[in-house]
Each structure stands twice: as structure tokens, then as C-alpha cells.
């Protein structure tokens, strides 16, 4: 990223103590919410877009700005912002607060544009206000944006109100080492504790010497707002003992009071059809993204992992004299099929120099919503976009039969992959269309994911899989090997089961229509399902890869 220096404007006053005209050092004070990057507000987005530098608050703040901001996830960035740790020092050990505002003073003086990111809100339980008086001593103009604080996000994710209309008070604890007069909150109808996971024992005798009922509901809930969380419902009398048995881990927000009883009601996040589910996306990230969106949405954690690659034609004399064609104005039409093939028209115009403009009085057909706006980035309009299926077939359904009086050429430029199907090119031709069938790139395959990923597709870690073409199937066991039994397999249409069932995987869900969002829908509803018939007899609720066995359902056209 280009680094500028921030000045004063009309919109950013001159820090205390500098001269007007001078430059104005500044920070940005954000708050990350509890964890989901979902919960990031917008005006949070607007100053990570702009950022130069982003000091951090724990290790995951990193690899979630890099995910809000489409970077890399790991690695050096060629461009974005420059991370440094304000959480932990060079010994590993956490910085104080006093080191950690040396750390945001210092970067803000350099001249660049500084993000204090910050876990929950800058100014609840956080070092925030601390920091913000180091920068007005040194001079440093400050701007605070509010997080979602996990005091009241945590509860909300795991079901639990904190105020109803017969239950309107609430206190927050934080149990730290100081000494608390719990006598203080033995009226409060609801209490909401930070930082007592190890104490939990300690607090619960004490609140219960103070004068709370031993069958006090109380709920604990760890990395809330992620699709890692757990919560534990319990009393005030056995917390401890159930804390013990379960494990349970810091970070975690604790709630005591008779709400905790309306989660049996109203739990809806750790309830989603595939919540917690590990599942494997056979597409690249640019690919899978409103599949993963999607996923995401019933509470799945995709994992994409890419199974081809594209790489340019073997032969690029034949694409050199399509486009030197289109230029001169050889074709009537020209069809992508998908945004690959966008992607390789486009790069063989910059090369020759060329653009948008060169496609003047040229019908453009697109397949499917993502082509068309690849196009639209491109500055295009697509003409014609399959009104029913998006594929070669729902295009030829729509495509017009050529007229010797209303078309004054009859050629199509079709650039596509090496291994697309000759559906289009014999559909076209039959309505009387001559056809310039040209290998835009090709697609290989990619190279095997790393270990740890093969283990866990062999091993049964992931959930699900879900295969979106049959090129995928072949694919994917091809560089990592079939996937486990217990992993549930979702295809989206008859052909790609067959391909499946050919290299051995039984095929448990399949998308009623070819089209990924039904892909989804249909594997979020065996989910539900399978959620649901482990409700009905009374055993836990598990995941696939929490449970070994070797019959599996199939579902069909669910």
C-alpha cells in the first residue's frame, strides 16, 4: 500500500499541541466485536480499507482483517496494511497498558494512517480509555468507533436476553484477583461475569452466601459469536462440578440469573442445521464465494481447496486470431460460458492494448449472474443471459436462430475451456450459426493440498464435501484421495453423482436443481434432519465427523 501522510481537514481536527498547518498525527480507535467478523461495523471497514498500519490486540486480528479485506491469509502483503502487535511484546509475554500505548503513540507520530484495533469496544472492560489519554499527552488526535461488546453479544448468540420485561437490571462483574463484595449483587435479578472460568467455583459458594438459591440457573458460554461455541447450562450449586467435566476453556461470559431458562427457547445460533460443521469446498476462493457465504449462513465453516488450475492455452496463435477478428468486426456474437473465459479474453486485450470499447456492435452472451458481472466490472452489458438453467443449455434455449435479414454475420466467437462440452458449439450450428470454437486456457490439475488437509479428507475431519461438478470428484480424489466414509457427501445434480459413485463415494444429498444455492439448501436441510432425529431420541447432538459408523443415508433429490 502507497503510504501517506494524514493531514489535517475538514473532517479531522489538529491533535491538542500542534501548530496549526502542521501535519495532524491520528488513531483510530475500532472496536472488533466479540469475533465474528460479520459483527465489524461499517465504519469499521471504512478505516481498515484505509489503513496503513493496524496495530492488533490478539492473534486473531490479523488473519480477520486480511479475511474483511480479501488479502491473502498468510504470507508477506504486496499491498495492505502493515500489522504490529500491540498485544504481546518480543518475549511473547502481554504488553501492559501503558507499553501498549507507547506502541499506538509511536506508529500514529510516524505520519501514517493508524488502526487501533481493539477486541469488543475500545471503551467496555478494555484498555481503551487508557490508551486514548497517552495520545492527548502526546499530542495524538484520537477517534473512538464502538464495537459490539461481548457482554451483551455473547448471551444474544447463545439465546439468552439479559433484560425481559419482568427482568430489566443487570450488573457486570469482572472476577479478576480484586476482592468482590458479592452481598452487593445478591439482589440483581441478572448478573453477567467476565473472566470466571477458573473461579467459577469460588464465585458460585459466594454468590450462595449471599444469598442466591443453590438451583439459580447459570450459563457459561466460550468463544461466543464463533462457530467453535459451547455453552454449558447449569445452577449456581453444580457449576463447578460441570465445569470440570466439561472442560470448559477461557475466553467465556458467564450469566446468572432465571433468564438463562430462555435459552431452551430461544437458542438459534448453536441450533443452525450445520452448525459447527467442517466442510470441504472443491473450489477456489474466487469460486466458492457465495457457496462459502452461503454455508456460512447455516452456521458451516468452509473450507475451500482448489482442485484445478487455469493456465493459458498450449497454442495461443488461435486466440490471437479470434480477437484480431472480433476487432475487425468477423462476429456477430460472442459467448462466455464462464469468468474464466472473461478472464482470458481480457488479458489478450491488454496485451495487444486494447479495451472495452473494442467490443462496439458486438452481442455479448453471458452463463450465469457471475459472468455477466465480471463483464459488468469490465464495463459491459451481457445481451443475453439464460433465463431458465445457467448452462450451455439454458443458453441455446434462449439463443436466436440466425436470419439472413435481421443478422448481417452469421459467426459466433465461443472462447471456453479445453475440456468444455461440444453442447453449444452443435446447438449453435443447428440454428444456423457458424462457430469459432477457441481454447481461451485450460484447466489442469491443481496441486495436492498440504498434508494436514489430505489427512483430515481421508480421516474423516470434515463433515461434508460438497461437489459442484464432476470435474471436482475427479479432481479431488485425484490429488487428495476419497474422502471418509462418515463424511457426508452433497452433489449438485445426476451427473455429478454418478461420478461420484463411480470412484466409490456414496452419495447422500443431491441439489433438486443445478445450482449451488440449492446445493446448500438441500445438504442445510439433511442437517436439520439429522439434527432432528437425534433430538427425537433423546441422544446428543453430534456431528458427522464426531460419529463413526458405516450405514449412511441416502436422501436422494433432497
Same mark, same amino acid.
Given at each position: 500500500m502507497t503510504k501517506q501522510k494524514t493531514t489535517k481537514?475538514?473532517? +479531522?481536527?489538529?491533535?491538542?499541541?500542534?501548530?496549526?498547518?502542521?501535519?495532524?498525527?491520528?488513531?483510530?480507535?475500532?472496536?472488533?466485536?466479540?469475533?465474528?467478523?460479520?459483527?465489524?461495523?461499517?465504519?469499521?471497514? !471504512?478505516?481498515?480499507? #484505509?489503513a496503513e498500519v493496524v496495530v492488533t490486540e490478539v492473534p486473531d486480528h490479523e488473519a480477520m482483517v486480511r479475511a474483511v479485506l480479501g488479502l491473502p491469509l498468510d504470507g508477506e502483503? !504486496? +499491498?495492505?496494511?502493515?500489522?504490529?502487535?500491540?498485544?504481546?511484546?518480543?518475549?511473547? +509475554?502481554?504488553?501492559?497498558? $501503558?507499553?501498549?500505548?507507547?506502541?499506538?503513540?509511536?506508529q500514529a507520530k510516524s505520519g501514517r494512517r493508524v488502526v487501533r484495533l481493539m477486541s469488543g469496544d475500545p471503551f467496555i472492560y478494555a484498555s481503551g480509555p487508557e490508551e486514548a489519554l497517552a495520545c492527548t499527552k502526546a499530542g495524538v488526535g484520537f477517534e473512538i468507533v464502538p464495537g459490539v461488546s461481548s457482554v451483551t453479544a455473547v448471551p444474544a448468540y447463545a439465546g439468552i436476553p439479559l433484560t425481559t420485561k419482568h427482568h430489566r437490571e443487570v $450488573?457486570?462483574?469482572?472476577?479478576?484477583?480484586?476482592?468482590?463484595?458479592? /452481598?452487593?449483587?445478591?439482589?440483581?435479578?441478572?448478573?453477567?461475569?467476565?473472566?470466571?472460568?477458573?473461579?467459577?467455583?469460588?464465585?458460585?459458594?459466594?454468590?450462595?452466601?449471599?444469598?442466591?438459591?443453590?438451583?439459580?440457573?447459570?450459563?457459561? =458460554?466460550?468463544?461466543?459469536?464463533?462457530?467453535? +461455541? !459451547?455453552?454449558?447450562? *447449569? =445452577?449456581?450449586?453444580?457449576?463447578?462440578?460441570?465445569? *470440570?467435566?466439561?472442560?470448559?476453556?477461557?475466553?467465556?461470559?458467564?450469566?446468572?440469573?432465571?433468564v438463562v431458562d430462555l435459552r431452551e427457547t430461544l437458542s438459534w445460533f448453536e441450533t443452525k442445521p450445520l452448525f459447527g460443521w467442517r466442510v470441504l469446498v472443491p473450489r477456489t476462493k474466487e469460486q466458492a464465494g457465495s457457496l462459502s457465504a452461503s454455508?456460512?449462513? /447455516?452456521? $458451516?465453516?468452509?473450507?475451500?481447496?482448489?482442485?484445478?488450475?487455469?493456465?493459458?492455452?498450449?497454442?495461443?496463435?488461435?486466440?490471437?486470431?479470434?480477437?484480431?477478428?472480433?476487432?475487425?468486426?468477423?462476429?456477430?456474437?460472442i459467448a462466455f460460458t464462464s469468468v474464466n473465459a472473461v478472464k482470458a479474453v481480457r488479458e489478450k486485450f491488454e496485451e495487444y492494448g486494447l479495451d472495452a470499447r473494442a467490443f462496439s456492435g458486438l452481442k455479448i452472451a453471458a452463463v450465469g449472474d457471475k459472468t455477466a458481472a465480471y463483464l459488468a466490472e469490465w464495463g459491459l452489458n451481457a445481451d443475453l443471459v439464460p433465463s431458465g438453467e445457467q448452462s450451455a443449455r439454458g443458453l441455446l434455449d434462449d439463443?436466436?436462430?440466425?436470419?439472413?435479414?435481421?443478422?448481417?454475420?452469421?459467426?459466433?466467437?465461443?472462447?471456453?475451456?479445453?475440456?468444455?462440452?461440444?453442447?453449444l458449439v452443435a446447438g449453435l450450428i443447428e440454428l444456423g450459426w457458424e462457430v469459432d470454437d477457441v481454447t481461451a486456457y485450460r484447466t489442469v490439475r491443481a496441486a495436492p493440498p498440504p498434508a494436514p488437509t489430505r489427512e483430515a479428507i481421508k480421516s474423516g475431519k470434515f463433515d461434508a464435501v460438497v461437489f459442484t461438478s *464432476?470435474?471436482?470428484?475427479?479432481?479431488?480424489?485425484?490429488?487428495?484421495?476419497?474422502?471418509?466414509?462418515?463424511?457426508?457427501?452433497?452433489?449438485?445434480?445426476?451427473?455429478?453423482?454418478?461420478? $461420484?459413485?463411480?470412484?466409490?463415494?456414496?452419495?447422500?444429498?443431491?441439489? #433438486?436443481?443445478?445450482?449451488?444455492? !440449492?446445493?446448500?439448501?438441500?445438504?442445510?436441510?439433511?442437517?436439520?434432519?439429522?439434527?432432528?432425529?437425534?433430538?427425537?431420541?433423546?441422544?446428543?447432538?453430534?456431528?458427522?465427523?464426531?460419529?463413526?459408523?458405516?450405514?449412511?443415508?441416502?436422501?436422494? *433429490?433432497?
Open positions: 481537514n475538514a473532517t +479531522q481536527a489538529p491533535a491538542p499541541g500542534c501548530a496549526v498547518g502542521r501535519p495532524a498525527t491520528w488513531v483510530s480507535f475500532v472496536g472488533s466485536g466479540p469475533g465474528d467478523p460479520g459483527l465489524l461495523t461499517v465504519r469499521a471497514l !471504512e478505516l481498515l480499507r #484505509a502483503l !504486496e +499491498q495492505g496494511p502493515v500489522f504490529v502487535d500491540g498485544g504481546f511484546g518480543e518475549d511473547g +509475554q502481554p504488553l501492559t497498558h $501503558a507499553a501498549r500505548a507507547k506502541v499506538v503513540v509511536k $450488573a457486570v462483574v469482572t472476577c479478576g484477583d480484586a476482592k468482590i463484595d458479592w /452481598y452487593a449483587y445478591s439482589a440483581h435479578p441478572t448478573l453477567v461475569l467476565l473472566s470466571a472460568v477458573g473461579s467459577i467455583g469460588e464465585v458460585a459458594e459466594q454468590l450462595m452466601a449471599a444469598g442466591r438459591d443453590e438451583s439459580t440457573p447459570i450459563s457459561m =458460554t466460550r468463544t461466543g459469536t464463533l462457530t467453535t +461455541q !459451547e455453552t454449558l447450562v *447449569s =445452577t449456581l450449586g453444580e457449576i463447578a462440578a460441570d465445569v *470440570s467435566k466439561a472442560g470448559m476453556t477461557p475466553p467465556a461470559v458467564t450469566v446468572v440469573g432465571k454455508l456460512r449462513g /447455516y452456521g $458451516a465453516v468452509p473450507e475451500e481447496v482448489p482442485t484445478i488450475s487455469v493456465e493459458p492455452p498450449r497454442n495461443p496463435l488461435q486466440m490471437d486470431k479470434a480477437v484480431r477478428g472480433l476487432v475487425e468486426g468477423r462476429y456477430e456474437w439463443w436466436p436462430p440466425f436470419d439472413d435479414v435481421l443478422d448481417p454475420i452469421n459467426r459466433v466467437f465461443l472462447p471456453r475451456a479445453d475440456i468444455a462440452t461440444e453442447t *464432476s470435474s471436482t470428484v475427479r479432481n479431488l480424489v485425484g490429488i487428495a484421495g476419497k474422502p471418509h466414509t462418515a463424511t457426508v457427501i452433497a452433489v449438485i445434480g445426476p451427473a455429478t453423482a454418478k461420478t $461420484a459413485e463411480e470412484h466409490g463415494l456414496r452419495v447422500d444429498v443431491m441439489a #433438486a436443481n443445478p445450482s449451488v444455492e !440449492e446445493l446448500v439448501d438441500a445438504l442445510a436441510d439433511f442437517g436439520a434432519a439429522r439434527r432432528a432425529s437425534f433430538l427425537e431420541s433423546g441422544q446428543p447432538v453430534t456431528r458427522p465427523s464426531q460419529r463413526r459408523t458405516t450405514a449412511r443415508r441416502r436422501t436422494g *433429490s433432497k
